[in-house]
């Protein structure tokens, strides 16, 4: 299982704050890390931007974005960034998206939010056409009528993962895309219900085993100390759980709050947690750290402590 950091963005409007995405994804690609993803936030830094910013100080991490959502934006505008982004990244960029959620697209933006997997399905139509190559974008289906030139670039190969958790975006991820990028999934909801459903559509599509990368926050700390992970985790993560589409994949499993996924105590504790996931068949983890203690310092020294104990198991887990 492939080891990935979850990166920013970070909750604050302050001048450093490229500065500080920047130097964590420098950070991850030193320190051997498979990949760095970057969550798009209503409220926050564009995630693609900041790909293309990290892209242009790497030299080998993969970047990908978890995720972009695919109503506000118009599929050829998407493609336009993608593929600059792509440009950037020397062939390193990931375009993670999804149909986020009812109180984002339709309560924040005001935009339609009914038949997702049908918006979906119309939008991979668009990208399926633009990454094939430059020239002419002929696409007219349910919800595109596009007559569209695209010359952004000859480096066109771009993976997709789809953020997939019910049953028919899962069919969907597998059959047209190259995977799924996972928030709130533990380990009984990917065994049992994920990757089957992913596995399958993809084989009966004639494509190679998808990608399944779980979220999963880790804090390394003493034993004595989990609860107050714990506690922490839930105070910070928990926002998407409102979600009534995250709350149907936490039915599927056994977690009932993002604290229940949490991998936290001491270096065996964590790691026997994270390949507990690779057992169930996430094929990557993207590491959310979760630091704990009284104040700034010791704060800092918590999230130093669990990145260097990550980057020793990078980029694999046996």
């Known amino acids: 299982m492939r080891v990935g950091l979850m990166i920013g963005p970070e909750r604050h409007r302050y001048h450093t704050k490229v500065q500080r995405l920047v130097e964590d994804a420098c950070w991850a690609d030193r320190a051997g890390f498979a990949s760095a993803w970057i969550p798009q936030i209503p409220d926050e830094f564009d995630a693609m931007t900041a790909v293309a910013l990290m892209g242009h100080q790497t030299n ?14 118009h599929p050829v505008a998407l493609l336009q960034q993608a593929l600059s982004t792509q440009l950037v990244c020397e062939g390193r960029f990931t375009l993670g998206l999804g149909p986020s959620h009812h109180w984002i697209i339709s309560d924040m933006l005001g935009l339609d939010y009914g038949r997702p997997v049908a918006q ?38 771009t993976p997709v993962l789809l953020a997939a958790l019910g049953p028919l975006m899962l069919r969907l991820a597998g059959e ?6 996972l928030w709130l999934a533990d380990e009984k ?19 190679e085993a998808p990608r399944i990368v779980a979220g999963v926050p880790v ?5 004595s100390e989990i609860e107050a992970a714990k506690e922490r985790t839930d105070r910070i993560l928990s926002e998407a759980e409102i979600s009534p589409n995250y709350q149907r994949l936490l039915d599927r499993g056994n977690a009932t709050s993002v604290s ?3 991998a936290a105590g001491d270096e065996t504790a964590v790691l026997d947690r994270l390949r507990s996931f690779a057992d169930a068949g996430a094929t990557d983890v993207s590491i959310r750290v979760v630091p704990i203690g009284n104040g700034r310092d010791e704060l800092l020294a918590s999230s130093r402590r669990t990145r260097d104990f990550l980057a020793d198991l990078a980029p694999e887990i046996p």
């Open 260 to 262: 229940d996924i949490l």
């Open 219 to 223: 804090c390394l700390c003493a034993n």
């Open 189 to 207: 909801s990917i065994g049992e219900y994920i990757a089957p459903r992913i596995v399958s559509a993809a084989q009966s599509a004639g494509r």
């Open 176 to 181: 047209r895309t190259d995977g799924t990028i």
């Open 120 to 157: 979906v399905r119309s939008l991979l139509d668009v990208l399926d056409a633009g990454f094939a190559g430059p020239g002419m974008l002929e696409v007219d289906n349910e919800h595109y009528t596009i007559h569209n030139p695209l010359e952004v670039t000859d480096k066109t190969a």
């Open 60 to 73: 080998r991490i993969e970047l990908g974005t978890a995720v972009v959502p695919t109503q506000p934006r």
